[in-house]
């Protein structure tokens, strides 16, 4: 262990419990026991069964008639939108011809995949070391192992699944199970780097149980599941896998929850082994309870990353209706929470239904049905609306594969829902001012003045308080960053989480909160509402709100933001102050959305962008008591960049303004956006 380690060791055990250390110790005593129980690649399936610690004959030895819970009916897939229909068919046609779209890279290795190859880094992870040998955070033993597991989800195999239930071609089918075979047998129990990480077997279950439910019109369906030894060894692994080793302390997060609702998932469809019971029991237990651990009562998941608030709420829900159809419910509560969730979504999103962009996001999905065009968000909200009885406020949206197939298990519910769409989540901090459909052209504006992230280490929180978003017709005009990495560019994942990268303020070159790693949080800082102002339509009209992230500087400075939409005159107003006693040099970042085009003339900013064909503006009026500067894509050091979805990231335009706060008590800067305000083409170069 190299220095660098050690310290990262004892800044995570110093956000841990007694009890969690305690846990902990105990979870590294069964790991070393278990590395007797390693099943090395190059043994043949025959070979797997005497290694067996615990009996005679093995624990995943079925008789051939083994049931398994199967789509309701085929009108569920003749439900399906025929667009939908067209767009899967295209996806898994670009499968079978070898290539498979992952994290911003293109696997063209698709017709017979090597699921340890890193196509970032051309390194190629362990296969054959004992997996809890392996250390997936150190780029030079895994290569970017995001990228090694995310194929290992098996989501392009579900995509091939599909296409062959909507489309009887049995090429699908034949290539889908090519790949189980191949994964199945090079990658026994406990052996190599996809053994490592509990999120990823309990999302590989998932995807397992709707391969087979999609391929059961298939004649060979059985014989790829049931009768195969390979295939019944790995299910009974993962599931034994996850019975034993779950995520817990700091550390349970959205990982709890696709632990949970892996093993539900399969203990439910793949209810083929003595223990399928108590799995079954013990992961409904679990879900349940982290589920309402994980959400604050409003809905609104607490990792502080909206991204995980999606992805946490497929999982969620793949789980419930699974046990709906296999005729063991969730609880009422948990389907209460659910609609809930939902609500957030759908109140929270701008015109061309975008969710916030807050926090870490990885692109995470629980179940992939649909072609890699459809929308994250509108496909979510198809789901919700099939099983719930929703508001009028709600967004309208076209069904999809997903929300077709998913509906057809489960009976539709009521809910109890808002009146009317919420703008303002106070558990959450999260706050929404817009413009009204009939005022137009949209503006949204995000405003945050919400925790700094969930549990002690807060793994996927930025150092963004009071930043704020803003939109116009769901194009990004002030934007958030985004996340790009998470392992092996440690550069870019400090600028991402930075509070540069974002629109608020940085005081004394410092971030708000103190980060001890790639996904640790030593010190949080805390935001608190001040006040909120509606109209007289309830409209909520401007946020106001400060947080105590410069405090602990010398002398102590806080930070207090106020928000302005002024609907009528179509302009947000933005006032920062900066109170202390102390001359701490600071500076105000705004990052633009890759579509604007930025012309500096001395303190206004001309903002351009292309809407639907048409020419669309606004002019930016900045602080004069601030020295600006404008830059995109810099690198030395990283300012100016955004990213779209993780592994992806463009430059774009960031200005900067640098200041001195005064020793007399208060500064106060002021910032307009005004829209619809011809930039002057005389002025702006």
């Known amino acids: 262990?190299?220095?660098?380690?050690?310290?990262?060791?004892?800044?995570?055990?110093?956000?841990?419990?007694?009890?969690?250390?305690?846990?902990?110790?105990?979870?590294?005593?069964?790991?070393?026991?278990?590395?007797?129980?390693?099943?090395?690649?190059?043994?043949?399936?025959?070979?797997?069964?005497?290694?067996?610690?615990?009996?005679?004959?093995?624990?995943?030895?079925?008789?051939?008639?083994?049931?398994?819970?199967?789509?309701?009916?085929?009108?569920?897939?003749?439900?399906?939108?025929?667009?939908?229909?067209?767009?899967?068919?295209a996806a898994a046609d670009e499968i079978m011809d070898g290539r498979w779209h992952l994290l911003g890279t293109v696997r063209r290795d698709m017709q017979d995949p090597d699921w340890f190859f890193d196509p970032v880094t051309g390194r190629r992870a362990p296969q054959l070391e004992y997996c809890f040998k392996v250390n997936h955070r150190a780029e030079d033993v895994t290569g970017n192992v995001k990228q090694i597991w995310e194929l290992s989800r098996m989501h392009h195999v579900t995509v091939l699944a599909a296409a062959f239930a909507l489309s009887r071609d049995e090429r699908y089918a034949d290539r889908a199970a090519l790949h189980l075979r191949s994964w199945w047998r090079q990658n026994p129990f406990l052996s190599g780097v996809h053994w490592t990480s509990g999120i990823?077997?309990?999302?590989?279950?998932?995807?397992?149980?709707?391969?087979?439910?999609?391929?059961?019109?298939?004649?060979?369906?059985?014989?790829?599941?049931?009768?195969d030894e390979a295939a019944r060894a790995q299910v009974w692994w993962h599931q034994e896998y996850l019975a034993n080793f779950r995520s817990r302390g700091s550390s349970a997060n959205n990982h709890v929850i696709a632990e949970a609702a892996g093993l539900l998932v399969a203990a439910l469809s793949f209810d083929w082994f003595a223990e399928s019971a108590r799995w079954r029991d013990e992961a409904a237990q679990?879900?349940?309870?982290?589920?309402?651990?994980?959400?604050?009562?409003?809905?609104?998941?607490?990792?502080?990353?909206?991204?995980?608030?999606?992805?946490?709420?497929?999982?969620?829900?793949?789980?419930?209706?699974?046990?709906?159809?296999?005729?063991?419910?969730?609880?009422?509560?948990?389907?209460?929470?659910?609609?809930?969730?939902?609500?957030?979504?759908?109140?929270?999103?701008?015109?061309?239904?975008?969710?916030?962009?807050?926090?870490?996001?990885?692109?995470?999905?629980?179940?992939?049905?649909?072609?890699?065009?459809?929308?994250?968000?509108?496909?979510?909200?198809?789901?919700?609306?099939?099983?719930?009885?929703?508001?009028?406020?709600?967004?309208?949206?076209?069904?999809?594969?997903?929300?077709s197939l998913v509906a057809s298990m489960a009976g539709r519910r009521a809910a109890v829902h808002p009146d009317r769409r919420p703008s303002h989540y106070a558990d959450a901090g999260l706050?929404?001012?817009?413009?009204?459909?009939?005022?137009?052209?949209?503006?949204?504006?995000?405003?945050?003045?919400?925790?700094?992230?969930?549990?002690?280490?807060?793994?996927?929180?930025?150092?963004?308080?009071?930043?704020?978003?803003?939109r116009h017709n769901g194009t990004d005009v002030l934007a958030d960053p985004g996340t790009y990495c998470y392992h092996g560019e440690p550069g870019w994942r400090t600028y991402f989480r930075s509070t540069l990268a974002h629109n608020t303020v940085e005081v004394a070159g410092s971030d708000q909160s103190d980060s001890g790693g790639p996904f640790l949080w030593t010190r949080h800082a805390r935001s608190t509402l001040i006040g909120l102002e509606s109209d007289a339509d309830g409209e909520l009209t401007s946020w106001s709100a400060e947080h105590d992230g410069y405090l602990a500087l010398t002398p102590p400075l806080r930070h207090r933001r106020s928000v302005r939409l002024v609907r009528r005159l179509r302009r947000l107003e933005?006032?920062?102050?900066?109170?202390?006693?102390?001359?701490?040099?600071?500076?105000?970042?705004?990052?633009?959305?890759?579509?604007?085009?930025?012309?500096?003339?001395?303190?206004?900013?001309?903002?351009?962008?292309?809407?639907?064909?048409?020419?669309?503006?606004?002019?930016?009026?900045l602080p004069e008591v601030l020295t600006w500067t404008l830059a995109r894509g810099a690198t030395d050091p990283h300012l100016g960049w955004y990213s779209a979805r993780f592994g992806e990231k463009q430059p774009t335009w960031a200005l900067v303004g640098e200041g001195l706060c005064s020793q007399t008590g208060l500064d106060t800067v002021t910032t307009v956006l005004q829209f619809g305000s011809q930039p002057h083409r005389g002025l702006f170069p």
């Open 200 to 227: 990823e077997t309990g999302l590989r279950l998932i995807a397992w149980v709707w391969t087979r439910r999609l391929l059961s019109g298939w004649d060979k369906a059985a014989q790829l599941f049931e009768c």
């Open 574 to 621: 933005i006032v920062d102050d900066l109170e202390t006693t102390g001359g701490h040099p600071f500076r105000l970042a705004f990052l633009l959305g890759p579509a604007v085009d930025a012309r500096m003339a001395g303190h206004e900013v001309g903002l351009t962008w292309t809407e639907g064909g048409s020419e669309k503006c606004a002019t930016l009026s």
């Open 431 to 470: 706050t929404v001012l817009r413009s009204p459909p009939s005022d137009g052209d949209e503006i949204w504006c995000r405003c945050d003045a919400g925790p700094h992230g969930y549990l002690s280490i807060a793994a996927h929180g930025h150092a963004d308080a009071l930043a704020v978003e803003v």
């Open 286 to 403: 679990v879900l349940e309870e982290e589920l309402r651990r994980n959400t604050f009562a409003s809905g609104v998941n607490r990792e502080m990353a909206f991204e995980y608030h999606g992805f946490v709420l497929e999982l969620a829900v793949v789980a419930a209706v699974e046990a709906e159809w296999a005729g063991r419910p969730l609880s009422d509560e948990l389907w209460a929470l659910l609609a809930r969730m939902f609500d957030v979504v759908a109140a929270t999103v701008d015109v061309k239904l975008r969710a916030p962009r807050y926090g870490d996001g990885d692109d995470g999905r629980a179940l992939v049905l649909d072609g890699p065009t459809a929308e994250r968000w509108p496909g979510l909200l198809a789901i919700g609306e099939s099983l719930f009885e929703t508001p009028q406020w709600w967004p309208a949206v076209e069904p999809t594969v997903a929300s």
């Open 1 to 89: 262990m190299n220095s660098v380690d050690l310290e990262w060791r004892i800044r995570r055990l110093s956000k841990m419990s007694a009890s969690e250390v305690k846990w902990r110790l105990s979870d590294q005593v069964r790991r070393r026991r278990w590395a007797s129980r390693q099943i090395a690649p190059e043994l043949s399936p025959l070979s797997w069964a005497p290694l067996s610690a615990r009996r005679s004959t093995p624990p995943w030895d079925l008789a051939p008639d083994v049931t398994f819970h199967a789509l309701p009916t085929r009108d569920a897939l003749v439900a399906v939108p025929l667009e939908a229909r067209r767009e899967l068919i």
